[in-house]
């Protein structure tokens, strides 16, 4: 099941230049600010920056589903042709994603939050 698109993660080259950008874009500061990833909370969307993103297979900015059960839509989506481009990865605190790559080259996260 999925709670719908609430994440958005963009690949970025050069974090401390997109992170004031995007800081005047939402309005807002980042809630996470590490090398590894800058996180903003805007209007109920998450919008996160990767600055290994690219080395990932990212090409664009990837939306996450949020899915209840992660590895489980991971194998459907796989199983309907997708090619995986990063298996599931615990991100911290049991937070959950991974991504692959459509017929069309879209790309397509899953996100799982840890159970409540």
Not at 36 to 47: E, L, T
Not at 56 to 66: D, F
Not at 92 to 99: E, K, M, T, V, Y
Request: proline residues 7%.
């Amino acid at each position: 099941m999925t709670a719908g698109v609430q994440t958005i993660i963009y690949p970025v080259k050069d974090l401390a230049k997109a992170k004031p950008l995007f800081a005047a874009l939402l309005g807002v500061e980042p809630y996470a600010d590490e090398p590894y990833y800058v996180g903003f909370k805007a209007a109920g969307q998450d919008i996160g920056l990767d600055p290994n993103g690219h080395a990932k297979g990212m090409t664009g900015p990837v939306p996450y589903w949020h899915v209840t059960d992660l590895r489980e839509r991971l194998a459907a989506l796989v199983a309907a042709g997708a090619e995986l481009l990063q298996d599931a990865q615990d991100v911290g605190g049991g937070r959950l994603i991974a991504f692959v790559r459509d017929a069309d080259g879209n790309l397509v996260g899953l996100l799982q939050d840890p159970a409540a």
